[in-house]
């Protein structure tokens, strides 16, 4: 059986100083340690994801210029930030799909990389196939509804693997993060 198509974009040294940007988010951010493999923060809506329930924060004007470029990629804007500390190789983010819900119809994800380059896995639902795909530091990564229908992803463990932030960008409608 052949999956749907792997629908996504990406865009290599999508930011013009990412050093600056990790150097932001490693000393202004400050992170939620809820989760067991990564801390992690959100900005902009509120969304509830994986149990976590994240309530409305100010979007800092550095992560807002990245959603910017980010939205000029996509085509239209971002409202939500979650982003994901990975403090070395051995934080992880297992298979899953991205929800939708609450999402403008035909908004894309956007996650944005910074740091050490981690591995994205893409796996088919049926298991049968599997993609895979380097997330370099300052590029950018696109993915549909297509993508999250017919695929999981994750971030497998990788011991060699420095400090890694992902900024995960969402389209949400008014109140519709809550669904999240």
Do not use: K
Request: charged content about 20%; overall charge negative.
């Amino acid at each position: 059986m052949t999956p749907p198509p792997l629908d996504i974009r990406y865009h290599a040294d999508a930011l013009p100083d990412p050093d600056a940007d990790l150097a932001f988010m490693l000393a202004e951010v400050t992170w939620d340690e809820r989760m067991r493999a990564r801390r992690t923060a959100s900005f902009g809506l509120p969304y509830n994801y994986s149990g976590q329930q994240y309530d409305t924060a100010p979007m800092p004007p550095q992560i807002a210029a990245i959603g910017a470029r980010a939205g000029a990629h996509a085509g239209h804007p971002f409202n939500n930030c979650l982003a994901n500390l990975y403090d070395n190789g051995d934080s992880t983010m297992g298979f899953h799909q991205d929800s939708y819900d609450g999402l403008v119809s035909g908004s894309t994800i956007a996650i944005v990389s910074l740091g050490a380059t981690r591995r994205l896995a893409f796996r088919s639902l049926d298991r049968a196939h599997r993609e895979e795909l380097a997330l370099e530091h300052g590029s950018l990564l696109l993915m549909t509804a297509v993508t999250q229908r017919g695929w999981t992803h994750s971030v497998p463990r990788d011991r060699s693997a420095g400090r890694r932030v992902s900024l995960t960008f969402r389209h949400f409608e008014p109140n519709g993060a809550e669904a999240g």
